[in-house]
């Protein structure tokens, strides 16, 4: 009897030691750049997607069409990514008041997988209860599950902004911070961490009903200088 619990406290700290040792950084894909000089690296995420985009001077710009429920969205080719920092620079322009557009700038595994920036006009209720000014955009910093958080804010109108969301690991767990030009705005640890998520890095402009009052009236846009992938 005492040899066979011997041999069960041994194998049991051997599983103990092998998880404490797993490699996390392994999992980690190359850092990277996408400077849109061009679409290399990149996937419309349906195939039949309508060409509602342009390419110029390094600035990809993405747009809705009024009277529409258009969804445009670029991602990376690869769902490769993990811990680390996700950069994005884009420009938030006018968008039409009321109108039910979204810019977003995002990672997606599945439904209940997905860290959003997304930024638009905003209803009416939201932007009361935020104080937003005529020239102020809402901006929805959100994990779509496991567990759900979502912090509001407000941005000024015709603006460039970088955004980052930082994945860092605790106990082979995420822990997500939103971050607005440098400033932390949010913070939140997930339940599920790089072994069993990994993500799509993704930028887009939607027609989508929760950023409005009415569907779209005008064309909205976005442009995006770059999105990256990198260490922490």
């Not at 950084?25 to 985009?53: H, V």
Request: net charge negative.
């Amino acid at each position: 009897m005492k040899i066979l619990l011997l041999v069960i406290t041994i194998v049991l700290g051997m599983s103990s030691c092998s998880k404490e040792k797993t490699d996390y950084n392994a999992l980690r894909p190359t850092p990277i750049r996408w400077d849109f000089n061009n679409l290399d690296g990149l996937a419309k995420d349906r195939p039949d997607m309508i060409d509602n985009y342009s390419l110029k001077d390094g600035i990809l710009e993405i747009f809705t069409r009024p009277d529409t429920y258009d969804r445009i969205k670029f991602r990376s080719e690869d769902k490769a990514y993990v811990q680390g920092k996700y950069s994005w620079r884009v420009f938030v322009p006018e968008m039409g008041t009321g109108d039910m557009a979204s810019i977003g700038c995002f990672l997606y595994s599945d439904d209940q997988h997905e860290l959003d920036f997304e930024i638009g006009y905003g209803k009416e209720t939201v932007r009361k209860s935020l104080n937003a000014t005529d020239n102020e955009l809402v901006v929805y910093m959100t994990s779509q599950g496991n567990p759900h958080h979502q912090l509001k804010t407000t941005i000024q109108r015709n603006q460039w902004y970088n955004l980052d969301i930082d994945l860092e690991l605790k106990d082979g767990k995420y822990i997500a911070t939103w971050y607005i030009n440098g400033n932390s705005i949010t913070s939140r640890e997930l339940d599920f961490g790089p072994e069993e998520t990994k993500f799509y890095v993704f930028v887009s402009v939607e027609n989508l009903t929760f950023m409005g009052d009415h569907i779209p009236a005008q064309r909205n846009y976005a442009q995006f200088d770059y999105m990256e992938y990198q260490y922490n």
